[in-house]
């Protein structure tokens, strides 16, 4: 049955719907003038938790796939790194339009000065090749063994992510230390995983890149 | 909280408050007249400050909305988002209330709020308020200098600072353990700035007495210095010889200091102070040293390095 549900086409353009609630919210929440007193910076911490949380569901789908044997769902891991690019894009124009006015030598000023933002931005960067190398057509240009070793990228991007908000918050860091407990535990899973696969005979061709 | 909630339905959206606050009269009449006891409704409502002047301690800029100011506040006993304590402050009992006033002073004593609140005329101040976190406010407050109530109990030769004490009771902030940062909530002053004029202290805002998520029902405000160091909701306040400890200094040494002057030139080490966010505006303007009090505050910290005494 849930082979059936994962493998239906209207599967994926549900949860491409729902992907996008949190943008339609905040749209709502604008024409309702409820974003609160500060709109720039509700937009900016409602993105940015949004860009954690996508990517920390993106890391989860193997660990999900592995332990229910449910290879299919596979299907949406790319989506749902892409939906992590988009809410990253709003969030950086967010910043660069109305923290700093796209003042050049400010943003740069503010890079190199600020370890938050300079963590923040290395993230942001290795989202880039991510998303461009999301097609099939350069899975199979990179080939899929230099097309996994590059997207291990998503590891770092979203530890730096994690660190970003960590060194942000003034004093109550629950919110963060949630995301680094989520994300250590899903990288303890992979550790395990890859050190406990070597013996073993068969390695397992990785499904990557399936399209539908 | 994965999914922010729609802001909470309020009553004041659906019935005009001479409305509801007539009901209220009404419900209190009613209750009084079967011999009940005090309203229960009285300690959430701000009340409308009577014999307030103007004062001309105005600045000359757009006033933030009430609705901003009411609903953007930093007060981590009622938790540490913008919008929670307007939400959750409400557990607040502003009366009865007391100040004790003591330390190096000849004449200590705990005062009434009602007590305080009479010994000068209340002014009403527009002041600029700027938060260390970059954004910033135009207030109308009501109050009067802080030195008024100082000179009453005569400091001694030998008091240098003040310190503040704010009220810290886990049961009416229940939300005060996720804060991150030690309570009481404690702030200081040299003596010199706690009897500057411009240091008010405060007990309303548009013409109102304070909302409890704004500090009630008796605050500091000291508009060249960043907001935290505004005390809300104060308790005590004692004359001290030495510099007294703060709450965000205790936090964190390196990135709140003592003066917490407003300042371009000394950077947040986090982020810049170069800039901040008027609440209501969408691009940010540059602040000004002092927050532009400098003509009246600056001469106090002649020869002083204010990057190191940040």
Request: hydrophobic share 45%.
């Amino acid at each position: 049955m849930w082979k059936k549900i994962l493998f239906n086409p209207w599967t994926k353009r549900a949860l491409f719907a729902v992907c996008l609630v949190p943008a339609a919210l905040l749209v709502w929440r604008g024409f309702e003038g409820r974003l609160t007193a500060n709109p720039v910076e509700f937009i900016e911490h409602s993105t940015g938790d949004w860009v954690l949380r996508f990517l920390l569901i993106t890391l989860g789908i193997t660990p999900l796939r592995k332990i229910f044997e449910q290879p299919l769902l596979t299907r949406f891991r790319r989506m749902l790194g892409l939906f992590a690019f988009f809410y990253a894009c709003v969030h950086l124009t967010m910043y660069l339009t109305f923290d700093q006015a796209f003042d050049l030598k400010g943003i740069w000023a503010d890079v190199l000065k600020r370890p938050y933002i300079t963590v923040g931005s290395a993230g942001l960067l290795m989202l880039i090749p991510l998303a461009v190398t999301s097609t099939a057509a350069m899975v199979r240009r990179l080939g899929p063994k230099n097309w996994q070793r590059l997207h291990r990228l998503i590891y770092f991007a979203t530890l730096a992510g994690v660190i970003h908000y960590y060194w942000l918050v003034k004093s109550d860091v629950r919110q963060p230390l949630m995301y680094g407990a989520i994300l250590t535990l899903l990288m303890v899973w992979r550790v395990r995983m890859w050190t406990a696969k070597k013996p073993a005979a068969k390695p397992q061709p990785a499904p990557v890149g399936v399209s539908q | 909280m994965l999914i922010r909630k729609p802001a909470e339905f309020r009553y004041s959206d659906i019935t005009p408050k001479e409305q509801y606050l007539n009901r209220r009269r009404f419900l209190a009449a009613g209750s009084a007249a079967l011999g009940s006891l005090a309203l229960p409704f009285s300690a959430l409502a701000t009340m409308k400050l009577n014999g307030v002047t103007k004062s001309s301690f105005m600045v000359n800029e757009k006033l933030t909305s009430k609705e901003d100011i009411t609903h953007y506040n930093n007060y981590y006993e009622f938790g540490t988002d913008k919008e929670e304590p307007a939400k959750n402050a409400g557990t607040l009992r502003t009366s009865p209330w007391t100040v004790q006033v003591g330390g190096l002073v000849n004449k200590p004593k705990t005062f009434d709020l009602d007590a305080i609140m009479k010994m000068a005329p209340l002014e009403e101040r527009i002041y600029r308020h700027r938060c260390v976190e970059a954004w910033s406010m135009v207030i109308p407050w009501i109050g009067f200098p802080l030195n008024v109530l100082l000179k009453q109990v005569e400091p001694n030769a030998k008091a240098k600072y003040v310190a503040f004490q704010t009220l810290f009771d886990p049961k009416q902030m229940p939300r005060a353990r996720y804060g991150g940062i030690p309570f009481p909530y404690v702030e200081g002053l040299r003596l010199d700035e706690a009897m500057h004029p411009l240091a008010l202290l405060t007990f309303g805002l548009y013409g109102e007495t304070l909302p409890n998520q704004n500090g009630a029902p008796i605050r500091m405000v000291l508009p060249w210095k960043y907001g935290f160091k505004s005390v809300k909701s104060i308790v005590k306040i004692d004359l001290v010889e030495k510099e007294p400890p703060t709450t965000w200094k205790l936090a964190n040494a390196e990135e709140y200091g003592f003066y917490s002057n407003v300042n371009p030139e000394r950077d947040h080490p986090r982020w810049s102070q170069g800039s901040e966010r008027r609440i209501g505006e969408l691009f940010k303007v540059k602040t000004i040293k002092f927050n532009g009090y400098g003509d009246q505050v600056a001469s106090m910290y002649t020869g002083m390095d204010l990057r190191k005494n940040y």
